[in-house]
């Protein structure tokens, strides 16, 4: 089992950053594809970014490109989202989720393939 705990959440006005954090316990880390998703009211939940185990592979959904970057610290089990240039159209609640994966490149952007999910934080943005 893994648990995850997302921490970073909260209200920027557009234009702003914010960085999100998902603290991982439990089993090893390391060989975990991981993820960010969220979920806007009233709408499904959507793909936001992905990061390999190896870190090496990423994957962004184009809504967010150019201003969002994953990144995981595998020594710290914790993995990262730099949210820049924010839009009121990203506010959501933000997921956080893990894989547990063989193939170190490999990245993910459905969210029926992951096994671990956090809680969520909000992000609010203000126009």
């Known amino acids: 089992q893994v648990q995850l705990v997302e921490s970073g959440g909260g209200l920027v006005q557009a234009g702003g950053s914010l960085r999100l954090s998902c603290a991982a316990s439990?089993?090893?880390?390391?060989?975990?594809?991981i993820g960010w998703f969220r979920q806007a009211p009233g709408k499904e939940r959507e793909f936001v970014a992905a990061c390999s185990w190896s870190g090496g592979s990423t994957d962004y959904a184009d809504s967010v490109k150019g201003r969002f970057t994953i990144s995981r610290d595998n020594a710290k089990n914790t993995i990262y989202l730099q949210m820049n240039s924010l839009k009121p159209e990203d506010t959501a609640v933000y997921y956080c989720?893990?894989?547990?994966?063989?193939?170190?490149?490999?990245?993910?952007?459905?969210?029926?393939?992951?096994?671990?999910w956090g809680q969520g934080t909000q992000v609010a943005v203000s126009s």
């Open positions: 989720a893990a894989k547990t994966v063989i193939v170190p490149d490999s990245v993910y952007s459905s969210p029926r393939a992951y096994t671990y």
């Open positions: 439990g089993r090893s880390f390391g060989n975990h594809a």
